[in-house]
């Protein structure tokens, strides 16, 4: 607790830093976000994000696109094409039967369930996002920032979190 209230006291809020506006985001999203869309929605939302991470990643018409146009360098593009592969995802998969083999329809699931999906969720997609950055953007950021979101261990501790999590955590209706 006194690391918390060290911290908070160390931020200049008349000049706020990028670090401090992804702190928010994370601890705002979480919250706010998980409460409002219940533990099945947050669930096909991570599966939309390790769909649209596996196209913009892998899909070779993608990199095609990318190189015919010079988009490798627009980090704003790249980072707009993944955010939209990844919301059209979501709409296709909210509306498919995944969303009822996953539980009930919007079934809000245990608040400590709810907590938990969210925070993995937003961190997964905050590490995502920054991963898309060139290195000297990236660079910028604060030490602490770096090795939540952005070092190897970070980056593999936010995809694998909630893929342990689903598998070996609640299983729907039995725990509601």
């Known amino acids: 607790m006194e690391s918390v209230l060290s911290f908070l ?7 706020p830093s990028w670090d401090l506006f992804i702190y928010l985001f994370f601890v705002v ?8 869309l219940g533990r099945d929605r947050i669930i096909v939302i991570l599966v939309s994000i390790y769909m649209a991470l ?15 146009f010079h988009l490798n360098e627009n980090t704003i593009l790249r980072i707009s094409f993944f ?6 995802l979501f709409f296709l998969l909210s509306r498919s039967a995944l969303i009822k083999t996953i539980g009930e329809n919007s ?5 400590w369930q709810v907590i938990v999906f969210s925070v993995l969720q937003v961190g997964l997609l905050i590490s995502i996002t ?14 602490q920032t770096k090795q939540i979101f952005i070092s190897d261990y970070g980056k593999s501790a936010w995809l694998m979190a909630p893929i342990v999590f689903m598998a070996l955590g609640p299983k729907g209706k039995k725990d509601d």
């Not at 079934?107 to 608040?111: D, E, H, L, Q, T």
């Open 83 to 88: 955010l939209g592969v990844f919301v059209v």
């Open 29 to 36: 999203g979480a919250l706010l976000y998980g409460f409002s």
């Open 107 to 111: 079934a809000p699931g245990k608040w």
């Open 54 to 68: 596996a196209v913009v990643g892998n899909a070779p018409v993608v990199n095609q696109f990318n190189l015919a």
């Open 9 to 15: 006291a160390s931020i200049n809020w008349a000049a």
């Open 130 to 143: 920054l991963s898309f950055l060139p290195p000297e953007t990236a660079g910028a950021f604060a030490e």
